[in-house]
């Protein structure tokens, strides 16, 4: 069992940043992979950045080199740094972890979701 909770959203104008955090609390010693999903208003969920358990990255080509997914040593916390915001990332945003050393960005990968934190970019 994973339990996962997103924070750090907020409202920004565009070019501004906004790190995002997951805090992560498991039940078991089973490893990992952790991923970053976004869905706006009227639209699908979509897989922003993901991490496998060996530290291999993936990210969506709309936020490469804008966002950066990393965790801290004890991989109790996932982080998205999002930087030069712009108005098309405003979305809710949502921590997952799969329980595989290794994931995508397709939301059918993940079992176990935070609760979202809301991040809007004002132009």
């Known amino acids: 069992e994973v339990q996962l909770v997103e924070s750090g959203g907020g409202s920004v104008q565009s070019g501004g940043s906004l790190r995002l955090s997951c805090a992560v609390s498991?039940?078991?010693?089973?490893?990992?992979?952790m991923g970053w999903f976004r869905q706006a208003p009227g639209k699908e969920r979509e897989g922003v950045a993901s991490?496998?358990?060996?530290?291999?990255?993936k990210y969506v080509d709309s936020v490469k080199g804008r966002f950066t997914i990393s965790q801290d040593n004890a991989k109790s916390t996932l982080y998205l740094q999002m930087d030069s915001l712009k108005p098309e990332d405003t979305a809710m945003y949502y921590c997952?972890?799969?329980?595989?050393?290794?994931?995508?960005?397709?939301?059918?990968?993940?079992?176990?979701w935070g609760q979202g934190t809301q991040v809007t970019v004002s132009s």
């Open positions: 997952a972890a799969h329980s595989h050393w290794s994931c995508g960005l397709g939301d059918d990968d993940y079992d176990y």
């Open positions: 498991t039940s078991t010693s089973s490893s990992y992979c």
């Open positions: 991490l496998d358990f060996d530290g291999s990255i």
